[in-house]
C-alpha cells in the first residue's frame, strides 16, 4: 500500500493537481496515466506499474500479508520509479553536456 501511495505522490510532484474539480484526490490510474504522459513511466515500465497496483490493491483489500517475493518486487519497482523520477535529471545536470 506504502509504494502505490508513492507512486500518486510523485504524479502530484510531476504536476498533476491534488485536488480534482469535486475536491477529490486522483486515482490510481489517473496518476499512472500522468507519469506516462510527463515521460517518467514509460509504456514498456507499465507492467512494472500494474505490479505496485496488484499487491497494493490486494494489501488493502484483505488481510493476508503480503509474501517475502512480491514485497521484494514492489520495492524494487518503486525504486526505480523514485530513482527515475527524481535522481536521474539531477544527476545529468551533474554531469553536464558530453566534452
Not at 23 to 45: S, W, Y
Request: proline share 6%.
Amino acid at each position: 500500500m506504502l509504494c502505490r501511495k508513492l507512486l500518486m505522490h510523485v504524479a502530484v510532484s510531476h504536476g498533476l493537481p491534488e485536488k480534482d474539480a469535486k475536491d477529490r484526490a486522483p486515482n490510481f490510474a489517473q496518476c499512472v496515466d500522468h507519469l506516462i504522459a510527463e515521460g517518467i513511466v514509460t509504456k514498456r515500465m507499465e507492467p512494472w506499474i500494474d505490479r505496485i497496483r496488484e499487491v497494493g490493491n490486494e494489501a488493502n483489500h484483505e488481510l493476508v500479508p503480503v509474501g517475502k517475493d512480491s514485497a521484494l518486487d514492489v520495492a524494487m519497482f518503486t525504486q526505480k520509479l523514485l530513482e527515475l523520477a527524481y535522481e536521474m535529471d539531477d544527476t545529468m545536470a551533474k554531469v553536464g553536456p558530453p566534452q
